[in-house]
């Protein structure tokens, strides 16, 4: 058996983006490495028969970031941007299927954002800073409070100004066949996100905010219809918070559009689906999260959703108005795309890392390619379900180390935590640089995914739960299935260690505060302060209605006695550098290593930084509880 190694974690490579051809006969995916293997990001564009007939084939091959691959109405083209003319600025290109051999469409100085291939006409719409566009230099940021003054008369874009880091995106509209680009809508100074072409090609679908980047808290967001042959535009009001994904869908009255937010009133919350004409809740009342939409075939909208560990694929009975099951994946599906009266998903398991599937929306789905062997033993992973302390029903996941089973222990027991705190571990292949739980049972330790209340896949109620309380049962619930573990012999309660990034972070700290059963910690990106988290990070009000000074570990970081491992990206703008500062300075000689890497945002990118944090932390662990 061979010997799993940090390096083979990180060129793993993983696939996303499938898209099915229009006639259904065809995939086109994007694949890259899990690390950055230089300055920029590589990822290549790969195309297989539908059924699974043939193996994938590399499509138009670079060794540059060709990404986010679409298909032309006919299915005999495929778009996808690409920065292989300047790196690191992407414009779009064209490809025929049979030759490969890349047309480029723009020529774009800022480079393109996103783009919509708009039916029948052939053009595209654009997303795109103006090409002379830049930040003041130096840069002034205003941002007035209140409504007094002049500006408080006006509308709500001239209440305040805020020059942005990042350039405002606009909508533009390419001709391909003279390659002429021209403006399209007007909406003033907000910045264009996202855009979705009706299938006829007589309308778009364009989701704005206030400002480009998300650090003032101010980016409140707008749902507007535009007429791509006259700029018309019809302003749809106000959308549910963090609004995404719009997708058209058609019932027997004509086209609707729909598109994920968070379920109201609170910030804290899970996601919904809702109607865009009305802003009309169509998951209220559901106990699973639904995570990404679709548009089938034959026009009507399907789902995936988040069931506790597993994925369900359902679409929407419009004259019920619930959504109905057509297919369950033990684990994982992301990505979802579906045409010509099939779907593709990226998927994995247990047991399988992830790959792209295709086949009708009910299954079976077909494998695109073999599965990679590797000639490793790999831990074996279980599920676990249990009650919390209130009677709350929860799940999670346990990883042995290979080739043992639960009477070989009590082992050392790694409990991880996932971030967000609004996400969950799926029954999928952990190995990752960040949810590596493969690679720390490879190093002899059992490894505990536990899903506590605040995270995806339990409905809204489970999610809202943890508003203005983190640290409080959502902690107990980590402690009971660690109890558990115990009293069932697989964990030892002398060799506890416990670790997370961002919110996992944050309750990796928060443990140590409140607890010294575990002997080594480590935080990643973790908040330690929540009133200076939402003063200084990118999502401001969201972090304040999650925690207070009373439950921000740097209050209680004076009983912290266990080790903790620190580590952080320096340029992290979600959690800034200075909340591990914090902790750093507050442990002052107590045990305790503090690394930065440099380049680094709220995730690890670079290959050898991902590298270095496997072996670190896999050390951390092995030395304080072996």
Known sequence: MGKLTAEAVVDRMVPQRPQVSPDGRWVVFASSPVGRPGEHPVSGLWLAPADGSEPPREFAAA?????????????????????????????????????GEPEQLTDWHPGIGDYVLLPDSGAVALIAPEEKAAPADPRVRVVRGGATGPAAAGPPDSRSTWDTVARPDRLWLLDPSTRAVRALGDFGPRHVVEAAARPDGRTLAVLTWSVADREPGLYEPRLHLVDPTTGAREDLGVP??????????????GWRLAYLGITPPGLISGRAIF???????????????????????????????????????RRLDPAAGTFTELGRSAGSLLHLSASGGSIAVVGSSATEPEAV???PPGGPLTRLGEPRRHGIRWGTQERVSYRADDGLELDGLLILPPGRTRADGPFPLVTLVHGGPYDRFADRFQLGWFRNGQWLAAAGFAVFLPNPRGGLGHGHAFAASVAGDVG???????????????????????????????HGGFMAAWAVTQTDRFKAAVVNAGVIDWPLLAATG???????????????????????????LIVHGE??????????????????DRPHEFVVYPREGHSLRERGHQIDFLHRTRAWFSDLLA
């Open 63 to 99: 060794g540059v970031e060709d990404r986010e691959p679409r298909w032309s109405p006919d299915s005999a083209w495929v778009y996808f941007l690409s920065d292989r003319a300047d790196r690191g600025t992407a414009q779009l290109y064209r490809a025929g299927r049979e030759d």
């Open 240 to 253: 549910a918070l963090e609004a995404e994904s719009l997708t058209w869908w058609r019932d027997d009255a």
């Open 275 to 313: 109607a865009a004409a009305d802003h009309r809740n169509l998951t209220a009342g559901m106990s699973v999260c639904p995570v990404e939409l679709a548009r089938a075939g034959d026009g009507r909208l399907l789902a995936l959703f988040a069931e506790g560990l597993d994925t369900t694929i």
């Open 357 to 359: 599937h295709c086949g």
């Open 472 to 502: 409080g049962a959502e902690f107990t619930d980590i402690l009971t299935g660690i109890d558990l573990l115990v009293e069932a012999g697989v964990a030892d309660a002398d060799r506890l260690g416990i670790g997370g990034g961002s």
């Open 538 to 564: 990118e999502c401001g009000r969201y972090d304040l209605a999650l925690g207070g000074r009373e439950n921000s570990p740097i209050t209680h970081a004076h009983r912290i006695r266990t080790p903790v």
């Open 571 to 588: 340029d992290d703008a979600n959690v800034p550098l200075s909340q591990a500062e914090l902790l750093h300075h507050a442990l002052g």
